[in-house]
């Protein structure tokens, strides 16, 4: 494979992610977690699977770096999962922790790698892998946007149905309780939302959204969603190694858009081979702009409470 991808973190998002990105030959995936064996087996047991899905793409696993170098992107995904009742932001000092130790390693060995943040709370663990790898904001982003928004691509095709290929939406802010679902730039192939919905119908949508992690988390009991993240991250990836330049909404280090400052929100980014290439800004009326501030204003506590 021309390409390489490390996934840090073998567990449900890790894994997965690391099968998709395998399975269509995207780039090699080097797989690490402190469970060495974990990551190991599973590689294993994924590669046993080529012969049969006809993948030529390499997967390796284990506890250390050093396979690791001369990454073109590397996916963080090591931390704690959330439990029921439990919520991102109690995450948020172990995954700290966490953070610190694997974006240091990662550094170490691919210094001009594009690190892709999953692990929660996500806006605040971008921060951390920010400022312990010191890499500039086109190259450490992180993935909420993309399934916040395909969650709500799902509820809108339901609704209506209407093929899932058909609709679009974007959802903003922080990947929290607070993030900004923004109804008025859904589209169900090219029709504006508002055409063919109910406002109350929109706002139920719109809750289910923001409640879309804890719907799955309330039905797994133990860990959180993996199948529709690792797809989200799958999406980032061929965006960047195909330097799509597609439009995908990604927490990003903001530096004055939406008039916000050194602050990782979820916005729409251009993403390519560079990376974050550009920050899209959309207009967004007075209500919109008061939701996306109070979503800023969770992430900023956060933000200020972390010990890096
Ligand atoms: N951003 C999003 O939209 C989104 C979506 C789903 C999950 N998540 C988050 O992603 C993270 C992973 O979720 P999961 O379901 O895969 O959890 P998981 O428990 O299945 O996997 C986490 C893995 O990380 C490993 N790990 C822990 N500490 C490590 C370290 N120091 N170095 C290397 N590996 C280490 C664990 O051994 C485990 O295998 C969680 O924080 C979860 O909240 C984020």
Redesign the pocket.
């Known amino acids: 494979m021309q390409h390489k991808v490390t996934v840090?973190?073998?567990?449900?998002?890790?894994a997965t992610t690391a099968q998709r990105i395998a399975e269509r030959e995207l780039a090699d995936v080097v797989m690490?977690?402190?469970?060495a064996d974990?990551a190991a087996g599973k590689a294993l047991d994924m590669m046993e699977a080529a012969p049969i899905l006809g993948f030529n793409a390499r997967i390796t696993g284990g506890g250390g770096y050093a396979p690791t170098a001369g990454s073109d992107i590397c996916v963080v995904?090591?931390?704690?999962?959330?439990k029921p009742g439990m919520s991102?932001d109690d995450?948020l000092a172990k995954?700290t922790e966490?953070l610190k130790?694997?974006v240091e390693r990662l550094v170490e060995h691919s210094p001009e790698t594009i690190l892709i943040i999953?692990?929660?709370p996500?806006d605040a663990m971008c921060e951390v892998a920010r400022r312990v790898s010191g890499f500039p904001r086109e190259r450490v982003f992180?993935?909420?946007g993309v399934?916040d928004s395909a969650r709500m691509r799902y509820f809108i095709a339901t609704e209506l149905n209407v093929s899932v290929e058909d609709v679009d939406a974007f959802v903003l802010g922080g990947?929290g309780d607070t993030m900004v679902p923004l109804p008025r730039y859904a589209t169900v192939n090219g029709i504006p939302l508002p055409q063919l919905l109910s406002a109350a119908k929109i706002e139920a949508i719109n809750d289910r959204t923001r409640n879309g992690g804890a719907e799955i988390v309330n039905y797994y009991k133990q860990?959180?969603?993996?199948y529709a993240?690792s797809a989200a991250v799958l999406d980032m990836v061929a965006a960047i190694l195909h330097d799509k330049k597609k439009i995908l909404p990604c927490a990003v280090l903001l530096q004055g858009e939406y008039g916000y400052d050194d602050l990782f929100v979820g916005v729409p980014a251009k993403l390519g081979r560079g990376g974050m290439e550009e920050v899209i800004q959309l207009s967004l009326t007075t209500e919109e702009k008061a939701a996306l501030a109070k979503s800023a204003e969770a992430v900023k506590g956060l933000v200020q409470s972390l010990k890096v």
Do not use: C, F, K, Q
């Open positions: 840090v973190g073998a567990g449900n998002v890790g690490v977690d402190v469970a974990l995904t090591a931390g704690l999962a959330r991102r995450l995954n966490i130790e694997v999953v692990t929660n996500l992180g993935m909420a399934l990947h860990g959180s969603a993996y993240p």
